[in-house]
């Protein structure tokens, strides 16, 4: 199944409890209250916000993996040739957390050309 959305996260200023994720995020944004605030948790290839980006992998892989009934999927990951090894692990640790069982990471150049 093909997942495309954009990496973003809406999240309660007050609890940090995520309310919208992809899509529907995106389609929140410049519209919410003072109290909801809209993320990009990803930005460059690079996680900036862990919290944020763990949930929005944790919801994308429902929406992909749920539908085929696998409770830990192997994930690969593109990640940009500019990353550095704590970038790296930073991706793979996201990835970890929103639980799937191993990450295989490839930077994107390769990808482009297989």
């Known amino acids: 199944m093909k997942l495309c959305e954009p990496s973003c996260v809406a999240v309660s200023e007050e609890t940090e409890e995520v309310l919208a ?15 909801v605030s809209v993320r ?12 944020a980006a763990v949930a929005m992998v944790d919801v994308f892989l ?6 085929l009934s696998m409770q830990h999927p192997q994930v690969m990951v593109c990640v940009p040739y500019s990353v ?8 793979e640790e996201v990835i ?9 990471l490839i930077e994107s150049s ?4 297989i």
Request: hydrophobic share 45%; no cysteine.
């Open 21 to 35: 994720v992809g899509l529907d995020a995106a389609r929140m944004m410049g519209k919410t209250p003072d109290s």
């Open 40 to 51: 990009r948790p990803v930005k460059s290839g690079v996680i900036a916000q862990f919290d």
């Open 84 to 91: 550095n090894d704590v970038e790296k692990r930073a991706v």
């Open 62 to 67: 429902q929406k992909t993996v749920g539908a």
């Open 110 to 113: 390769l990808a482009a050309a």
């Open 96 to 104: 970890l957390e929103a639980g799937a069982k191993s990450v295989a």
